[in-house]
């Protein structure tokens, strides 16, 4: 007796349960589309960076102009690059390092190597960023006629255009 009353109430439950089930499985295989395409989110881009796929950074600090440059232009992560500068006027004593802008990533000397007093060289290389948006800023501190200045640049690494 006990046993018809069980199946007698899940023969019940299963009844008014089954067309509700039919209608979610329906619902979840019209939801699949071979046709859709994933969506790529895109970055809106920041003006503030430097953009070295589009030309030379140009810094300004009072009458002097510094024009940096970086080799390959999209800026990888994890591969060799190498960073220009030159200067409108001789300047002395140029250091350049890299850290994170928004997360710390360790300090990244520049090794630098004078062609002239207002051209420079340097080799450097920098990690990837799992987060897949890394900005890098760039400190540059030099002494001008006997006076200290410094200017900073934001740039993009792994950056696609």
């Known amino acids: 007796m006990l046993t018809s009353c069980i199946t007698r109430l899940i023969f019940v439950l299963i009844r008014k349960l089954l067309p509700l089930s039919l209608m979610l ?3 979840n295989l019209a939801a699949c589309n071979e ?5 790529i989110k895109t970055m809106p881009a920041d003006p503030t960076l ?3 796929t589009q030309g030379d950074c140009i810094k300004r600090i009072g009458d002097l102009e510094l ?3 970086l080799t390959p232009a999209h800026a990888p992560s994890e591969k060799p ?5 030159l ?3 001789a300047i002395d004593n140029l250091q350049i390092r890299l850290e994170g802008r928004d997360m710390f990533m360790g300090v990244i000397p520049v090794n630098l190597r004078e062609i002239n007093k207002t051209s420079y060289e340097g080799q450097m290389i920098y990690g990837a960023c799992s ?7 760039g400190f540059v501190r030099f002494s001008r006629n006997g006076v200290e200045q410094a200017v900073v640049f934001d740039f993009l690494a792994d950056n696609p255009s």
Request: aromatic residues 10%.
């Open 25 to 27: 499985v329906m619902v």
């Open 35 to 39: 046709k859709t395409t994933q969506q």
């Open 50 to 52: 430097c953009a070295f």
């Open 67 to 69: 024009s940096i440059s």
């Open 81 to 85: 690059l190498t960073l220009k500068l």
């Open 87 to 89: 200067s409108s006027d």
């Open 131 to 137: 987060s897949g948006y890394m900005v890098w800023r």
